[in-house]
């Protein structure tokens, strides 16, 4: 079967799947933890973005507003900005629902737990059922997009070929129970396909992969990404006017794409470990793999998005106050709005810790921000939206590159940035962010 396939089995299936079945738990005690999981204060900074978003929409005409997270996960999040809202844009959340799109029934059961017990009303929708009266208001994606289900493909050597998921063979499984007593178990591997169609070796040049030459030899392979479009399209149809703001790992085409990076960005998580092989266990791992930036801007231009920017989590959140509010732990009067957040040293200490993990251009701070908008002012401007351009390579960008995806053991590790690079970019604040009313 296509790796696709396998993937949205092993992730989404209702009763075998990681997410589907509810099996997998995040945060510090779960599977993996997410930058909500490091406490309060990422959820306080992203809130101001999304105020400022909401605000617009409120002063551009009357009636309801939407606060729509889809993937949710433990709704540790959506809880964390639904309460937020309510303490310090009051105004707004009087007009503000919150909507949770959450495909996988496992999960949407713990997130209605959560929500219940915290007295917080929501409701759960999908795409397709929003479409019907679409909202106005604003979209979060937190790492969700690196879990739709991706293709891979491989070298032969002198060309493109789908890889795919086979049975290969019975291996012989200890049963656990003496060293002697075997199960017969079907074995998994990835094995070649048939050779690309001509139409597919179009999107590839497109993203710089034209033949696979002497760089990328037999056995290289990656990952392409068919589930954007469709999930753009029945995202957009859900909103009538607002912002989109995608949250995830990401790399521009040259790096995903680059000659070292030979086993693509495929990792797997489970009790805080991280794992290259995707076969392993099937259900009980969660799988992700990077998000290429021009195919998520590509397939958002053509489902109507307009592009507001992107940027890497360090630099919106810097933006978005994060270093006001690290001196602001040192304040012995803190703030009105933080003084419901404890205030003992330990506490201080673990929240001062989370927001340098959060800007590290070695961790947490190399997530890629990419905001978007349709509706309402940036309508006409989406309409009219060209080809994407490939990203290009900042001068000097050498070594990182050539390390393997492979040897990067835990999920916040994932930092290839050049010294180069950083000096480049101290320079150019994130497009999208707006001075926050609150
Ligand atoms: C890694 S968790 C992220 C959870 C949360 N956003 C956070 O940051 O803690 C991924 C979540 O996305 C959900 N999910 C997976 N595929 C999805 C899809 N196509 N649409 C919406 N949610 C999806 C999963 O069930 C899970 O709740």
Wanted: hydrophobic letters at 40%; glycine letters at 10%.
């Amino acid at each position: 079967m296509p790796f696709s396939t396998y993937m949205d089995w092993v992730l989404h299936d209702p009763v075998h799947g990681a997410y589907g079945s509810g099996l997998l738990r995040i945060g510090p005690r779960g599977d993996f933890a997410t930058s909500p999981s490091l406490g309060p204060d990422f959820a306080a900074l992203l809130l101001r973005q999304i105020a400022a978003w909401l605000s617009e929409l409120a002063a551009a005409g009357d009636g309801p507003l939407a606060l729509v997270e889809t993937g949710p996960g433990e709704a540790e999040l959506a809880l964390q900005l639904a309460q937020g809202l309510a303490q310090s844009w009051p105004h707004l959340a009087a007009r503000t629902e919150l909507v949770l799109v959450e495909p996988n029934p496992g999960m949407a059961a713990r997130q209605r737990e959560r929500l219940g017990q915290a007295g917080l009303k929501a409701r759960w929708s999908s795409f397709e059922q929003l479409a019907a009266a679409p909202l106005r208001g604003v979209v979060l994606a937190h790492e969700v997009l690196d879990a739709l289900a991706v293709d891979r493909i491989c070298s032969d050597g002198s060309g493109w070929r789908q890889q795919l998921v086979a049975v290969q063979a019975a291996a012989a499984v200890s049963s656990g129970q003496s060293d002697t007593q075997h199960e017969r178990q079907p074995a998994l591997g990835l094995v070649a396909g048939a050779p690309l169609a001509p139409q597919a070796l179009t999107s590839l040049a497109a993203l710089g992969l034209e033949q696979p030459g002497p760089q990328r030899p037999a056995g290289w392979c990656t990952e392409l990404h068919p589930g954007l479009s469709p999930w753009l399209s029945s995202c957009g149809s859900a909103l009538i006017e607002g912002h989109l703001l995608v949250i995830d790992y990401g790399l521009e085409a040259w790096r995903y794409y680059a000659p070292a990076r030979s086993g693509g960005t495929l990792m797997a998580y489970r009790q805080q470990q991280a794992c290259s092989d995707p076969l392993r266990e099937p259900g009980q791992w969660d799988i992700t793999a990077h998000l290429c930036l021009e195919s998520l801007l590509e397939a958002a231009a053509a489902a109507g998005w307009q592009s507001l920017g992107h940027c890497r989590q360090g630099q919106a959140l810097l933006a978005l106050g994060l270093a006001e509010r690290l001196h602001g732990l040192q304040q012995v009067n803190p703030p009105a709005s933080e003084q419901s957040v404890g205030h003992d040293l330990a506490t201080l200490l673990a929240r001062r810790e989370a927001m340098l993990r959060l800007v590290d251009p070695h961790a947490l701070g190399d997530f890629r921000w990419l905001a978007f908008r349709r509706g309402g002012k940036g309508e006409a401007k989406a309409a009219s939206g060209g080809k994407t351009e490939l990203i290009r390579r900042p001068a000097g960008a050498g070594p990182a590159e050539y390390q393997s995806a492979e040897s990067q053991p835990a999920k916040f590790q994932r930092a290839e940035l050049e010294p180069a690079e950083l000096e480049l970019e101290k320079f150019e604040l994130p497009l999208f962010l707006r001075q926050p009313d609150g």
